[in-house]
């Protein structure tokens, strides 16, 4: 962290815990990275994942933005990615990390969420709503990620590309961060193309307009075939909304929690709800 210049990884940084979990794939609890909220409330917390071999800084901008507007927020490191303590961790598939992140739900968190998944998050967020639905109230994730970033952002500086790009490094500094990408990938990743008509949460779709990594056809596409859905794209913006855009990004979460609420005092029952 002493190389990083960005002072809101450096503050999220300061706040990163690890927390014990217990999986039936370890024999001892692992010890999982990621940043508790400093505020409780009586709404549904908002769990921030991150896209594919990031972490919880990815967060760094959108994060306190939510923090500011009152909502309990949490950002959870992926397993097999992040700062969590994998040393005696040798299983990172899709099961592992589904979970794995079920019995940290179960142990710290408690009660329904909003999901909020950009890039790879987004399939994580998908994959763990259709297989464990008591968990998730709200679903909030974002199109596919690749850390290039020049291709990513529109009009980065080199000096800012390169200290984002030593910021998404920083957790494969750890020795097992090879095993664990490995093992993943020998797993087959996530493939959610099937389980997209199964959410049944409603959903916010997020996308940047001038996303150069994945095509606006598709975000069209999504919110054809994704149940109860609505689709919002900023402007001038590229592939991760919530790093280039966070007032944006921010803004429109807000919002839709907001018009959800709303929603649900005018109702008898209650209705879940999904964010993409």
Not at 85 to 109: G, M, P
Not at 144 to 150: E, K, M, Q
Not at 166 to 181: F, R, S, V
Request: aromatic share 10%; hydrophobic share 40%.
């Amino acid at each position: 962290m002493e190389e990083i210049k960005d002072p809101f990884a450096r503050k999220l940084a300061t706040r990163i815990e690890r927390l014990p979990v217990n999986a039936s794939f370890s024999e001892k609890s692992i010890m999982s990275s990621c940043v508790k909220p400093l505020i409780q409330s009586s709404q549904n917390p908002v769990v921030l994942l991150h896209g594919f071999d990031s972490s919880c800084l990815e967060w760094r901008y959108t994060f306190p933005l939510l923090e500011e507007a009152g909502l309990e927020t949490w950002a959870i490191d992926i397993l097999g990615w992040g700062f969590s303590n994998l040393e005696r961790t040798k299983s990172c598939d899709v099961a592992s990390k589904r979970e794995h992140f079920y019995q940290l739900w179960k142990s710290y968190i408690k009660r329904p969420m909003t999901l909020v998944g950009p890039s790879l998050g987004a399939a994580v967020a998908v994959d763990f709503a259709v297989n464990n639905p008591e968990a998730v109230s709200i679903l909030k994730s974002f199109p596919l990620r690749l850390y290039i970033i020049f291709l990513a952002f529109k009009g980065v500086s080199f000096d800012t590309g390169l200290d984002w790009v030593n910021i998404g490094k920083l957790h494969c500094l750890y020795p097992w961060w090879e095993d664990a990408t490995v093992s993943f990938m020998i797993s087959g990743g996530y493939n959610v193309s099937r389980q997209i008509d199964q959410v049944k949460q409603k959903t916010l779709i997020i996308w940047g307009e001038d996303d150069q990594i994945i095509s606006n056809k598709l975000a069209v596409r999504l919110h054809c075939e994704l149940p109860n859905s609505i689709i919002r794209q900023i402007p001038d913006c590229g592939h991760l909304p919530h790093v280039e855009k966070p007032d944006s990004a921010a803004r429109l979460i807000l919002e839709f929690l907001q018009n959800y609420s709303c929603q649900k005092k005018a109702q008898l029952a209650p209705t879940e709800e999904v964010v993409y």
